[in-house]
């Protein structure tokens, strides 16, 4: 440990040496960059319906959150509640995300496989779809505002 009470020239070595520290400190308490932000969400939102849990993809949804066909947030989570408890296993990969960030709104277009069953090694239901997605930074969390998807094959 250096004592910065010795000559000047230590406590500058030690002023600076607290300067990085604390800098370093700073950094690592910082919030990830808006797009990294939008990233992690759109994972916890795959996580959470490959996991089954419509309650934690409901916390993703808008209030005012509209899908297909008018689809409002609790028709968006009955929805997903409904595909899960058909199948025992539920598989969502997403393919590359093309993000476009406009300050705190977001649209994210992706291609998604989506397989249910009942968890035997070969999926029962599947299809992969085409997804555009709008996103709103609410409170600093990322909320889906809309979507739209329709069946690539």
Known sequence: MVDCRRSGLDRWRCGVWMALALALLLAGCTRPAPEEALRNALEEV????????????RRYLADDFIGP?????????????????????????LGPLDV???DSHATVAFTAALTGGSGFLVPERGNVYKVETGWRLEGGDWKITSARWAPVL
């Not at 795959?46 to 993809?57: F, G, K, Q, Y």
Request: net charge positive.
């Open 69 to 93: 066909g008018g689809m409002d947030r609790d028709q968006a989570r009955r929805t997903a509640a409904l595909y899960m408890m058909r199948h025992e296993k539920v598989l969502l990969t």
């Open 46 to 57: 795959r996580a959470s319906i490959v996991e089954r849990d419509a309650a934690t993809l």
């Open 100 to 102: 476009n960030l406009q």
